[in-house]
């Protein structure tokens, strides 16, 4: 597993509850392309993707409960993994 | 009291799926399941089933709350504000009519599959999926019947969207797609809709075209797409998870499971045509061609996906290739015929404006120029003289996908595909080698087929008022009312449609931003009116 | 396996037999390179019809639409079926040249590929 260079990805829609999310996972994973596209996000990054409560709460200045990801998420591609901290995007080959 | 210590997101699932079920006592479990084997697909452990987004009831509830608030509080102002006068011009609005009358109608099938599945799986875990997914799929047809219903007060031919899906000769592609799945067995179901069919091809609709309903304007629209593709995104990894599980399970599914996979990859890409055209002719502002779309979304996600599969000996879709070969004239081939045919369709049509041909020359190097650019040069010098081209005769249908057989060889944009087989002493054409090998393997399912085409030539679609002794009994203006699709008033040329006119009377902007105002109502922005 | 099904007597209604189209067979019919026609067309037809009516009666009503029409040499036209060459009769009927109901026939014309080359 985490070999993979395969791209994964994750869409959110483009608004304000999504910067903070967004910023986020750009600096826990320095792989990741961000795209833009009208009202929407797009980031693509090869073999694995995290993203990390802790930073989406260091951002937010409040608790987030990774689940709340839902409300803005458009699509995804590559293999979950979820738990209460992380929520990890991957393709095994 | 001690307040208890709050569950994680893995133990508050493992409680729901696998705490709540019990083992029947006094019924046999095939009795209870009848629909598990005929299939063929063995299964040995239902408890390796494992739901990755782990989504408890209440979260459920909790989070489509959010998201129906969010939603309506969008569709609301955009109502509000008399959004759909803000959108780039009318023929945008045009989209809506397919959406309305081809994708509900899908959403509402979904709802039916996925309900069943909710009550035919063997385990917990995938029963709360499927019924969640079921409630989704209402959700979707019924925000999108929300959304789009306000411009229904305002334009035509989306006002009677359950019959047209039910009637309408190029939505039976649509229809019999999902009535193919929903007649199939529960994991054939599962594998065609939430695999092959939002794993790896949704994205295409609810990414690219709702970007793009966003950039010309329509927020109500790109707030139900992208509210909708959230579910598709639970829905898709519901999707690899069953592949993995029914891979895992026993060797003997792995053969199983890549024959679906060809034919509902097949099928689906059929039916998603329908948005190649949308993407490429019907945003007069536009965020990405379908060449580029299929190229991101299905040749590189959908490339990672089959990589990763490539472990239990699955391969990517047969005829993969085939649709590599056809995204350089997918949407041409598409247009040219509905538009040649636009008086028997339930939406008007035109010609691309010069603007839109330069894109398509600079996005479709190879084939734009030499194909399809002297086709609509010629149409547009017939328009102007007043005679239009105008298609008479119905098409040979595929007996699988029900496409007219309009697509062209793989290798020859300029051959016709053609492909035949019998089958108890009967003829029957397809529109590809997709669409044969489906037939092929299951003939007694396709012989089945309701054709429009061969339906009205039996004189079946008629509404219980047509006299065909009157004298003036018009054979396919009866076919048409009886689809739903309003003679004289839904399809034509767009520059002579009341929706073009209504536009430019209400906002004074042209109906079709690259040609200018064609009534007298456009005062403001076009000086040849200006008096 | 024919069909996958629950029940393994499930047998499915065929629903275009010729005994529905009121005394007429469907015929399809390909102008090939002809793509701005946009697909093959379906039309229903007598049996009996000969292959000097359908040239004659038939094709004009269908693709005198296309500026090619006209222009068409019909002594150098080939025509095919989905068995290979036919050579036609004109005075024979279309089940003498075995083109039963839902039969393919398929004409070309070789030096006229499309108007402008635009199919």
């Known amino acids: 597993m985490a070999n993979s260079k395969q791209p994964v990805f994750i869409a959110f829609q483009a608004n304000n509850d999504t910067l903070p999310i967004i910023d986020a996972i750009s600096e826990d994973n320095p792989n990741a392309v961000v795209t833009e596209m009208p009202a929407m996000v797009k980031i693509d990054c090869p073999g694995r993707l995290v993203i990390k409560r802790e930073s989406i709460e260091e951002k937010m200045g409040r608790e987030f409960n990774l689940q709340e990801l839902q409300i803005n998420l458009i699509s995804l591609s590559g293999e979950i993994d979820e738990d209460d901290d992380e929520f990890t995007l991957f393709w095994n080959e | ?531 | 396996m024919p069909i996958k099904s629950i029940r393994p007597d499930y047998r499915g209604e065929y629903k275009d037999g010729i005994e529905h189209f009121n005394g007429q067979q469907l015929l399809n019919i390909c102008w090939e390179k002809h793509t701005m026609l946009g697909w093959p067309m379906c039309v229903p037809v007598p049996a009996t019809l000969t292959f000097g009516q359908l040239i004659d009666n038939v094709l004009p009503g269908i693709y005198a639409i296309h500026p090619d029409f006209e222009k068409i040499d019909w002594d150098k036209v080939q025509w095919s079926t989905s068995k290979g060459p036919l050579i036609p009769n004109r005075n024979k009927s279309l089940r003498e040249h075995e083109l039963r109901h839902k039969a393919q026939i398929r004409f070309r014309t070789p030096e006229l590929n499309g108007h402008n080359n635009g199919g």
Request: hydrophobic share 35%; proline share 5%; glycine share 6%.
């Open chain 2, 1 to 531: 009291m001690t307040k208890a210590k709050k569950l994680s997101l893995k133990q508050n699932y493992t409680m729901l799926t696998k705490g709540l079920d019990w083992e029947p006592s006094y019924q046999k479990k095939e009795d209870i399941f009848p629909q598990l084997s005929f299939e063929g697909i063995k299964i040995h452990n239902w408890d390796n089933w494992e739901d990755p987004f782990r989504l408890t009831i209440d979260a459920y509830w909790k989070y489509q709350g959010e998201k129906e608030k969010k939603l309506y509080a969008i569709i609301d102002a955009f109502q509000q504000n008399n959004g759909q006068f803000n959108v780039t011009d009318a023929r945008y609005i045009q989209a809506l009519k397919i959406f309305i009358n081809a994708v509900v109608g899908l959403e509402y099938s979904a709802w039916r599959g996925f309900t069943r599945l909710g009550r035919e799986l063997g385990d917990a875990s995938p029963r709360i999926a499927t019924q969640m997914q079921a409630i989704d799929e209402m959700r979707h047809a019924t925000t999108q019947t929300h959304a789009i219903s306000h411009y229904n007060r305002f334009f035509e031919g989306m006002g009677n969207a359950p019959y047209q899906y039910d009637h309408a000769w190029y939505l039976s592609i649509p229809k019999s797609f999902f009535d193919d799945a929903c007649s199939a067995g529960p994991f054939e179901f599962i594998v065609a809709i939430s695999f092959a069919f939002e794993y790896v091809l949704t994205n295409l609709v609810f990414m690219p075209w709702m970007s793009g309903a966003a950039y010309n304007g329509d927020m109500s629209t790109v707030s139900f797409g992208f509210s909708a593709q959230s579910d598709e995104a639970r829905h898709m990894t519901l999707g690899l998870e069953v592949i993995k599980f029914l891979l895992e399970q026993d060797p003997d599914n792995v053969a199983i499971v890549q024959k679906w996979i060809d034919k509902w990859f097949w099928r689906a890409y059929r039916v998603l045509s329908l948005v190649a055209t949308m993407m490429d002719y019907m945003l007069p502002k536009r965020v990405m061609s379908w060449d580029e779309a299929w190229t991101i979304y299905y040749e590189e996600n959908g490339g990672a996906l089959f990589a990763d599969l490539a472990r239990y000996g699955i391969k990517p879709p047969r005829n993969a290739e085939v649709t590599i070969k056809e995204k350089g004239r997918l949407s041409h081939e598409m247009w040219s015929i509905f538009y040649a045919n636009r008086d028997v369709v339930g939406f008007p049509l035109w010609l691309p404006s010069q603007e839109e041909m330069a894109w398509f020359s600079e996005k479709y190097p190879d084939t734009f120029d030499k194909y399809y650019r002297p086709r609509f040069e010629y149409w547009q010098e017939l328009e102007d003289l007043g005679t239009p081209y105008t298609n008479s005769t119905l098409p040979q249908l595929c007996q699988v996908c029900q496409w007219p057989c309009l697509f062209t060889e793989a290798d020859d944009p300029t051959e016709f595909v053609h492909r035949e087989t019998e089958f108890d002493g009967e003829i029957f054409h397809f529109c590809s080698d997709g669409c044969h090998q489906i037939f092929e393997d299951e003939p007694k399912k396709y012989i089945q087929a309701w054709l429009p085409v061969h339906q009205i030539y039996m004189g079946n679609c008629l509404l219980p008022d047509a006299d065909p002794s009157s004298p003036d009994f018009n054979p396919m203006a009866e076919a048409i009312r009886y689809m739903g699709i309003k003679p004289g008033v839904d399809g034509g040329l767009f520059k002579d449609h009341s929706d073009a006119k209504n536009w430019e009377k209400w906002t004074e902007r042209p109906a079709n931003i690259h040609q200018g105002a064609s009534t007298d109502f456009v005062r403001k922005t076009s000086s040849q009116n200006s008096k």
